[in-house]
């Protein structure tokens, strides 16, 4: 009976003959710097998996110190923001605060550059709920020593005069209102006119001729005329003029020099004095009219034509 | 033969010889020392390679790819120990040519002195072709060229000393 044999047992005494043989030959080869093939052979069949293992460890750690580092950094950034919306309530409040002081301090600069004008400090706490009337309300009243048609200011210019008088509260009637009325005067010409509300944001300079030269830019001042506000304090400035054809005299639309839309504390003359807004003409000028501090003549609420100038 | 009996070997039709015993073992002794001897005086035997016929011949003869290719190895590796090539060098060229002799003889009649001048010359290629790969791969050595003009001689040479050498080694077979 002939040997039974695998068809495979050659080729795999031929693998483990020559995979010897090779082995034999990597122990004898020396290759560079005198290291044994054998040794080049094992390092270069090692390195591959200590590589892929080095990679695998090195990955899984920096993927799980990236994860917790991710879920740190989160909850970092979380507090983070919530640091930083109550740090952008508080400087918005400093801002505020800031801006109030620096309002504040421009108001005591003006009083004490004026000691001849007694003034009182009020502060603007709400305003009037119906849009047609442009009235404010401030926290001064007649136990302050406030009366009615005493003028109201700020160091930008003519705000109002107060229309109504309460215990802790007064009513100022901003000379933007339609029932306001504001003696003034060109600063150039000196022509007079008086100036009126119309509920709009700028106002009206009226019975100017339209002989006079006016032009856009020019300075409008308080004439004194009216008895409620001294000579020469700002009203405002002429934004144009033209003429109106129904009638001899100029459309001449003024902005107000104070900031009526954004009043947030104003000073009450209590007195008729000259309030000299220039530094250099304090000294110079002699105060034009001196009534006592408290004492307001009755003046109408709406000023009356003035004077024709024209001819 | 039963019917149920498996064979799997030559293929049946193809007469595996046997020898005396010793006869393998001198043969082989005898062509290294003739290899070792005639270079040394004699300048054109270094074309003869007679470690390589001597494989060559009985791996056809045995036609057994495990006989072959073993007694490859041993003849190349005592070829590598009397010359100054690492051990292994001759030994995987002779193996492969042990391994496939053995296959190829299993498998076609070559006993035909045309069919042994071929195969002798084609094996000598195929066996210098190994070292030289052998020599550049694992001894980074590229000086060794797979082809050219004395090797092509060599391998006319062999096959033609092949065709004596064979019919004088039949002489040492059993007769079955």
């Known amino acids: 009976m002939p040997p039974i044999s695998s068809r495979h047992r050659p080729l ?20 560079e710097r005198q290291v044994r093939l054998i040794r080049v052979w094992a390092v270069e069949l090692i390195s591959p998996f200590q590589r892929a293992a080095s990679w695998t460890v090195l990955g899984a750690e920096h993927g799980w110190g990236g994860y917790i580092g991710l879920r740190q950094a989160q909850r970092e950034n979380e507090a983070m923001r919530a640091d930083l919306d109550r740090l952008k309530v508080r400087n918005a409040e400093l801002e505020g605060k800031a801006k109030e002081a620096d309002r504040l301090a421009a108001l005591l600069n003006f009083r004490t550059g004026h000691p001849e004008a007694p003034m009182l400090a009020a502060a603007v706490i709400g305003g009037s709920p119906d849009a047609g009337s442009q009235v ?30 309460y215990p802790d509260t007064s009513q100022v009637l901003l000379i933007s209102d339609r029932e306001s009325g504001v003696g003034a005067l060109l600063a150039d010409t000196r022509t007079q006119g008086p100036v009126k509300g119309s509920g709009e944001p700028l106002l009206s300079l009226e019975y100017i001729s339209v002989d006079d030269k006016v032009a856009a830019g020019e300075a409008v001042l308080t004439s004194g005329q009216d008895r409620i506000f001294p000579k020469d304090l700002p009203v405002g400035t002429v934004v144009d003029a033209v003429p109106d054809r129904k009638s001899p005299f100029m459309k001449i639309r003024v902005r107000p020099a104070a900031h009526l839309d954004r009043l947030e504390e ?34 109408p609420a709406t000023v009356a034509k003035a004077p024709s100038n024209a001819r | 033969m039963q019917s149920t009996d498996i064979y799997i070997g030559p293929e049946p039709h193809i007469e595996v010889h046997k020898y ?41 003869s045995k036609r057994s790819p495990s006989s072959g290719l073993l007694l490859g190895m041993v003849v190349g590796l005592l070829q590598d120990s009397l010359s100054r090539t690492p051990l292994g060098l001759y ?14 003889g299993a498998r076609i009649d070559v006993e035909h002195p045309v ?21 550049q791969v694992l001894l ?7 082809m050219n003009g004395p090797i092509l001689v060599g391998s006319v040479v062999n096959a033609t000393i092949a065709i004596g050498l064979f019919p004088l080694l039949d002489r040492f077979r059993k007769r079955s």
């Open chain 1, 12 to 31: 795999a005494l031929l693998a483990v003959v020559m995979a010897a043989q090779i082995l034999l030959l990597a122990v004898q080869i020396k290759r």
């Open chain 1, 136 to 165: 404010v309300y401030i926290n001064r009243g007649s136990r302050d020593g406030l009366r009615r048609d005493m003028g109201v200011i700020t160091p930008d210019g003519v705000v109002g005069k107060i229309l109504a008088v």
């Open chain 1, 266 to 299: 104003v000073l009450v003359l209590q007195t008729r004095q000259d309030v000299n807004m220039k530094r250099e003409a304090e000294n110079a000028a002699a105060p034009a009219i001196s009534p006592t501090a408290g004492e307001t003549p009755a003046v």
């Open chain 2, 20 to 60: 005396y015993s010793g006869v393998v073992p001198v043969t082989v002794l005898v062509a290294l020392l003739l290899q070792a001897f005639f270079p040394v005086h004699f300048r054109w035997a270094s074309y003869i390679e007679l470690p390589l016929l001597v494989t060559l011949y009985f791996a056809l």
């Open chain 2, 91 to 104: 030994g995987i060229a002779k193996t492969l040519v042990g391994f496939f002799g053995s296959s190829l």
């Open chain 2, 115 to 135: 069919f042994r001048f071929v195969l002798a010359g084609i094996f000598y290629l195929f066996h210098h072709a190994v070292f030289a790969l052998t020599s």
């Open chain 2, 140 to 146: 980074a050595q590229r000086n060794e060229p797979y």
